[in-house]
């Protein structure tokens, strides 16, 4: 659906400045908005006095909202876009700043935007369910923030922060029926062991049928089966001594995602390839494929209240097995003039890290700081095979691309804020991280009359780069009053380099691309009025982006990736919150950016300079609004989720074919609570406009065809909760 952000626009801000004037019927102090605590930097502080982008959801809100996923939290928070090329392979973009198509699809590449859950990297293999840890809230920094968090930090992250286990005893339990014969069951408990030990204990199962039908097999695909479990264990053998134990465990095993199949590279929409429905939830594979995925995550973390300040330690282990079958082109099998592709990939991803820092203050709090030092060593395997079926049976065969990188990163971090005055405050952070990847790639004909693209011969290759950078921060912020919090930063970020997943020869693929840099500068506010009613952030900035990671699909051979753009990136945020009279919450925000390719010469005949970066839609608009009340004990909350966003490309090219439009999507949900608090019932209902939203686009031009996954339809269903 293609919309016009300038209207509804203009009725959002309309909406608000009424808000604003509502009267003013509640005292000083009625209706405050929460105090939300953050670790943006590391530390816990109000949100309102961090001198960072942040938007952070508490439990509360989750629940509220109906989040589930990171796509769900992308769709609600500005600058923020999120694809995936499958319920795994994701592709986040911050601010314009994302990770080329293909990075995760390669042992040796990585992300852009990263997640990080409970202060663990979280690299590869995606993260764990959302309603089996028992979150305390959910923080998405936007800009880089490679100085305190490292590598891939360059566009921004997302943080998962759990509640620790206490000693306030408490269960709840919760099941869900929805449409797709959609059932879900999750419980999260805490309770105290002694006066010391203390457990927390959470799990969720997930079922669903399939969003999308495959006609050739007569399956749905694109369905749900994922279960979930996390434990954690906290000691508190002394004052000033806090461990937390913690594991994590995801299994999933479902079905493929095949892609709608259009025979049109100019222009989605077209007409759909010979053989294949033209519904767009109807596919046409000859096979469904699968994913399945095993992660375990298991971490200790303390903290000890030294008289020099809080030491923290991090040691975390992280492993990851990943099964998945994915057809391309969604045919039957070998139609006149039409090509099936299809990549099977076996992958087995261990990591560990360990981070050491202090955070300390002096002078009467006058310096606050913190040191550290921090090392992540990665082994990945990864099992690529990829199948390719042509009508010419001379064309048709099998080849396979093992591949076996180590990956090895050292940082050492440290950031200062020093007080001149009682409202003027300035800061500088610096980073220094060495790493080192290498691996061995293997490209071979398993079977076939022909050699299968990309192969064009056998190799057995090694690769082994090293790279360092430096990534500063500065900050200068002015508490103006005790509610308006002006601030400006510098802040420099990086992307580790990087190998390709799969290459034409021996000599491509072991040539590694490299690191790519932003340097982002912003000023921005943080404001509350109306006796704290009324809550106000605005952020402006400017990014220099080069040695851009771009993808390039070559056809007849692969997904290529290399250093080859630079872009500007400028734009403007807006938050806020506000509650205009008891139980009436209006909250949102605003985004505008502007993000382009300064220079990005694709070979000798593409120009893609002045174009798009890929997932940067220009505005994005959100507006929540919530009423809360009681009648006979009885609470009731009504929520509504308005997001309007406008057009965005998947690629560099910017043609029509890879192209979202601008859509909207609306969420609701209406909840009844007990008079005793103990039992809720909730309806609800998701993309409730129905919009067809692409996940990611590609386009093979030279047959004709665009291939498309999609994101969730409209979906609804009732929740039950019991808690106590």
């Not at 840890?133 to 943080?159: D, S």
């Not at 990534?471 to 990087?498: C, E, H, I, M, N």
């Not at 840099?517 to 509350?528: D, H, M, P, R």
């Not at 690629?651 to 890879?658: D, L, T, V, W």
């Amino acid at each position: 659906m293609r919309t016009y952000l300038s209207n509804h626009a203009s009725w959002a801000a309309l909406g608000l400045a009424l808000a604003i004037a509502a009267p003013a019927a509640a005292q000083s102090g009625d209706n405050e908005i929460s105090e939300l605590v953050v670790t943006a930097q590391r530390v816990e502080e109000n949100v309102q006095k961090v001198p960072i982008a942040v938007t952070a959801f508490s439990a509360a809100a989750l629940e509220r909202q109906s989040v589930e996923t990171l796509q769900d939290i992308a769709i609600k928070t500005p600058g923020f876009s999120a694809g995936q090329v499958d319920p795994i392979q994701t592709n986040f973009a911050i601010r314009g700043i994302g990770s080329a198509f293909g990075i995760s699809q390669n042992a040796g590449g990585d992300a852009s935007v990263v997640v990080f859950v409970d202060g663990v990297y979280a690299g590869r293999g995606g993260t764990p369910d959302i309603d089996a840890l028992n979150l305390e809230r959910v923080e998405v920094l936007r800009g880089p923030q490679g100085t305190l968090f490292g590598k891939n930090a360059v566009g921004g992250l997302i943080q998962f922060v759990s509640r620790k286990p206490s000693a306030d005893p408490s269960l709840r339990i919760e099941g869900q029926l929805g449409n797709y014969d959609r059932r879900t069951l999750s419980a999260r408990g805490n309770m105290p062991i002694s006066d010391k030990i203390f457990v927390s204990l959470g799990g969720s199962i997930k079922l669903r049928d399939g969003y999308e039908f495959n006609q050739t097999t007569g399956n749905d695909v694109n369905d749900q089966d994922l279960r979930s479990a996390a434990l954690a264990v906290r000691f508190l053998p002394s004052e000033d001594l806090d461990i937390v134990l913690g594991v994590d465990l995801t299994d999933q095993d479902q079905k493929g995602n095949p892609r709608d199949n259009i025979c049109d590279a100019t222009l989605r929409g077209g007409v759909h390839c010979v053989g294949i429905n033209p519904d767009p939830r109807i596919v046409n594979a000859y096979t469904d494929g699968y994913l399945r995925r095993w992660l375990q995550t298991y971490r200790g973390e303390v903290n000890w209240t030294t008289p020099y300040g809080t030491l923290t330690s991090i040691t975390a282990f992280r492993a990851v097995t990943l099964n998945f079958r994915t057809v391309f082109f969604a045919n039957p099998v070998n139609p006149p003039n039409q090509i099936e592709s299809t990549q099977t990939d076996h992958e087995d991803n261990e990591q560990f890290s360990q981070e050491v820092r202090l955070a300390f203050d002096a002078f009467d709090s006058r310096l606050r700081g913190q040191v550290g030092v921090y090392y992540l060593n990665e082994d990945n395997t990864r099992i690529e095979d990829l199948r390719q079926d042509f009508p010419a049976p001379a064309q048709t065969g099998i080849a396979t691309y093992p591949q076996m990188v180590k990956s090895r990163s050292w940082a050492l971090f440290g950031q200062v804020s020093y007080a001149f005055t009682d409202t003027i405050t300035a800061t500088a952070g610096l980073r220094q991280t060495w790493e080192r990847k290498s691996g061995r790639f293997i490209g071979q004909k398993v079977s076939g009359p022909g050699l299968p693209p990309p192969l064009a011969a056998n190799y057995d290759v090694r690769g082994r780069k090293s790279w360092d950078a430096l990534t500063p921060r500065f900050a200068l912020d002015w508490q103006a009053t005790p509610d308006v919090l002006l601030y400006a930063s510098a802040t420099r970020g990086f992307k580790s380099g990087g190998f390709q997943g799969i290459a034409g020869s021996g000599v491509s693929q072991s040539t590694p691309y490299d690191p790519e840099f932003a340097w982002s500068y912003e000023g921005g506010a943080k404001t509350q009025w109306l006796d704290g009613r009324l809550r106000l952030n605005l952020s402006a900035f400017h990014t220099d982006y080069k040695d851009l990671q771009v993808s390039q699909l070559v056809p007849l051979c692969c997904v290529v990736v290399g250093n080859a753009a630079t872009a500007e990136i400028e734009g403007v945020e807006l938050e806020w919150v506000i509650q205009p009279v008891r139980g009436l919450q209006i909250d949102g925000g605003f985004a505008y950016l502007d993000a382009k390719f300064t220079s990005f010469a694709n070979g000798a005949t593409a120009n893609f300079t002045g174009n798009d970066l890929p997932r940067s839609p220009k505005h994005k608009v959100h507006v929540g609004a919530q009423y809360a009340t009681e009648f006979n004990g009885w609470g009731a909350l009504a929520r509504v989720d308005y997001t309007n966003q406008s057009h965005m490309y998947f690629e560099a090219s910017n043609i029509p074919a890879q192209k979202q439009e601008g859509y909207i999507n609306v969420d609701a949900r209406l909840s009844l609570t007990s008079p005793d608090k103990r039992w809720e019932v909730a309806v609800w209902g998701k993309n409730l406009t129905d919009e067809l939203v692409a996940t990611y686009v590609t386009a093979f031009a030279p047959y004709r065809q665009v291939l498309v996954p999609y994101a969730p339809p409209k979906t609804y269903g009732v929740t039950l909760v019991w808690k106590m």
